[in-house]
């Protein structure tokens, strides 16, 4: 993993991905991370020597690596979402940039009221990269085409997000037994269908989502 696009855009800067953007059921997921600059050119060689694109991992190193990044000393990190009915509202892409913006505004404004605790220096605005297309909540934004396979903080940003929304989905799994959503996470198997087939949508359901509504009745 690399800092290219980080030490172009220069401190402080916040890397941002999200997690869950195909699945049938459950809230989209986003996080942020920021780490200065100096401290990441050393972790990248250390403790987060293994951070990577999150799909490229497996789970238990994801979320080995996702305490690693919480528990890393100077690290500004936030985990966000958009709910099933903020997707149905919104769509999914409007829905997924509320969820990045959240995020972003919460590592900000950590950022913000930590450097207030430093009078002497002023807080500067926060650099952006963000993974995938522009981003209409966040205009200022670097938007890098596949930047969780090529910026460390996206990287460590889709490894909160992806953590964030299995465990929501474990948790989907104990409140709706029978969907299945510990196994697949909600994501368009035929398990899935089956069991939206037989038993109908439960509340997380996207019922804006063209095989929710197509196999179901309201």
């Given amino acids: 993993m690399k800092l290219e696009f980080e030490i172009k855009s220069g401190d ?3 890397g941002i991905d999200e997690a869950g953007r195909g699945p049938l059921a459950g809230p989209v997921f986003a996080a942020a991370v920021h780490l200065p600059l100096e401290q990441a050119l050393v972790l990248m060689n250390g403790e987060w020597a293994s951070i990577n694109d999150s799909k490229k991992l497996s789970e238990k190193k994801r979320d080995t690596l996702a305490e690693t990044i919480k528990n890393t000393k100077g690290c500004i990190w936030a985990i966000a979402s958009a709910t099933a009915a903020e997707i149905d509202r919104l769509n999914i892409l ?3 940039h509320l969820a990045m913006k959240r995020a972003h505004d919460n590592v900000a404004a950590a950022y913000a009221a930590k450097r207030q605790a430093q009078p002497e220096d002023s807080a500067p605005l926060m650099n952006v990269l963000v993974d995938g297309l522009a ?3 966040l205009p ?3 938007n890098i085409v596949k930047g969780d396979a090529k910026s460390l903080l996206i990287a460590a940003a889709s490894i909160l997000a992806k953590t964030a929304r299995d465990a ?3 948790d989907m799994d104990a409140k709706y037994p029978g ?3 510990a196994k697949h996470k909600g994501y368009p ?3 899935h269908f089956a069991v939206l087939r037989e038993l109908g949508p439960c509340p997380e359901h996207r019922r804006s989502f063209g095989p929710v509504s197509q196999l179901t009745l309201f």
């Fill in 135 to 137: 981003v209409s909540t």
């Fill in 12 to 14: 402080p800067v916040m």
């Fill in 179 to 181: 969907y299945g959503f």
């Fill in 140 to 142: 200022h934004a670097v």
């Fill in 94 to 96: 409007r829905a997924t």
């Fill in 168 to 170: 929501y989905c474990m």
């Fill in 189 to 191: 198997t035929a398990a």
